[in-house]
């Protein structure tokens, strides 16, 4: 079967490089699955899964996004996102740590810009913590 190219990488790391036969995720318009020969694509994604179909594995590679950017070529597929984590790297109780804290920095932020860096920083924060219970839920 055909692969295509996949790169997923946050601001801090390159999470994933590989070949993959599928790559699903989350759009804002609804849900995308990428195949090799895909025409062009540039989009905004929500925060929520990209699964990689890794050629002979029976799992898909899971990594959380908290939203980002997806650029699609016909042989490369590009995922650019401010956080991303494997789906085996999340951390519950890291992730309401984080929590506590952004919501304690809203409280006392000033300026308009500090406030909506903050109030982004929660709903990414509330998006993971919310795919960790939907993963923990199904095991």
Known sequence: MATIKVDVVSAEEHIFSGEAELVSLPGTSG?????????????????????VHVPGEQEPEQIFV??????????????????????????????????AAAEAARASAT???????????????????????KLRSKL
């Not at 849900?31 to 699964?51: C, D, S």
């Not at 909506?116 to 709903?123: D, H, L, P, T, V």
């Open 31 to 51: 849900e995308l699955g990428i195949m090799p020969g895909h025409l062009p694509l540039i989009t905004l994604i929500r925060p929520g899964f990209v699964r």
């Open 66 to 99: 908290a939203g980002g950017v997806l650029e699609v070529q016909p042989e490369q597929v590009t995922v650019l996102s401010d956080t991303a984590v494997r789906s085996k790297d999340l951390d519950e109780a890291r992730a309401k740590e984080a929590l």
């Open 111 to 133: 300026g308009s810009i500090e406030i909506a860096r903050i109030e982004a920083e929660i709903a990414a924060l509330a998006a993971e913590l919310a795919v960790i219970r």
